[in-house]
């Protein structure tokens, strides 16, 4: 393989979800576009970091500090929603079910690899809190064993300031509630639902 092309695979495989077999496919298909495309991959490549930097309130990626979400006035100001990864913010946009302000934390809890509250945004999420006189903070971080954790330890620090929520786990639309696993089971009764009866 050319050197040219072998760094581009070795470049190319280092991105997550991205193997060798499938790097090499990338590379060959960017080496077959004519060279405009392949120039302007790599410029927008190298104009992220020059063009995009972190919201000083949620930590959210944008060209603007603060962020267009941050900035707007229609959306609910008095309520947070704490997220593990920007591509989290992302997929509960695309809901459209939540109307109201983000925190990023970049990172959940893992005292195995070395990763406690201060490498993570917790204290500028508590910072946040006191300073902004919030209502409620909605915890959406996976059901992982560490993204359980984390929510445990966001709930111990801010249960005495403010109301927080946690996103509710169970039963896949779609899914037959035999096939399901215990956990997800239990978590599925633990966040039943009431309804109410349907007026006449």
């Given at each position: 393989?050319?050197?040219?092309l072998?760094?581009?695979?070795s470049d190319l495989?280092?991105l997550?979800?991205?193997?060798?077999?499938?790097?090499?496919?990338?590379?060959l298909?960017?080496?077959?576009?004519?060279?405009?495309e392949?120039?302007?991959l790599?410029?927008?490549?190298a104009?992220?970091?020059?063009s995009?930097?972190l919201?000083r309130n949620?930590?959210a990626?944008s060209?603007?500090d603060p962020c267009?979400?941050?900035?707007?006035?229609?959306?609910?100001?008095?309520i947070?929603?704490?997220?593990?990864?920007p591509?989290?913010?992302?997929a509960?946009?695309?809901t459209g079910?939540?109307?109201?302000?983000?925190?990023?934390?970049?990172?959940?809890?893992?005292?195995?690899?070395g990763?406690?509250?201060?490498?993570i945004?917790i204290?500028a999420?508590?910072?946040?809190?006191?300073?902004?006189h919030?209502?409620?903070?909605?915890?959406a971080?996976?059901?992982?064993v560490?993204?359980e954790?984390?929510a445990?330890?966001i709930?111990?620090?801010?249960?005495?300031?403010?109301?927080v929520?946690?996103?509710?786990?169970?039963i896949?639309?779609?899914?037959?509630i035999?096939?399901?696993d215990?956990?997800?089971?239990?978590?599925?009764?633990e966040?039943r639902?009431y309804?109410?009866p349907?007026?006449?």
């Amino acid at each position: 393989m050319p050197k040219a092309l072998a760094h581009l695979v070795s470049d190319l495989s280092r991105l997550p979800g991205i193997g060798p077999k499938t790097a090499t496919r990338l590379a060959l298909h960017i080496l077959r576009r004519p060279v405009a495309e392949a120039q302007r991959l790599a410029a927008d490549i190298a104009d992220l970091h020059g063009s995009i930097k972190l919201c000083r309130n949620c930590f959210a990626f944008s060209e603007d500090d603060p962020c267009a979400i941050c900035t707007d006035v229609r959306r609910n100001q008095q309520i947070i929603c704490v997220v593990e990864g920007p591509g989290d913010l992302l997929a509960i946009e695309k809901t459209g079910a939540f109307q109201g302000l983000y925190h990023i934390l970049h990172g959940i809890l893992s005292p195995m690899d070395g990763i406690g509250p201060a490498e993570i945004k917790i204290d500028a999420l508590v910072e946040r809190v006191k300073k902004h006189h919030i209502k409620e903070v909605f915890i959406a971080t996976s059901s992982t064993v560490p993204g359980e954790a984390t929510a445990s330890y966001i709930f111990e620090r801010l249960a005495k300031m403010v109301s927080v929520s946690r996103l509710a786990c169970g039963i896949p639309m779609g899914m037959d509630i035999k096939y399901a696993d215990e956990h997800t089971l239990s978590r599925a009764i633990e966040a039943r639902k009431y309804e109410e009866p349907s007026p006449l």
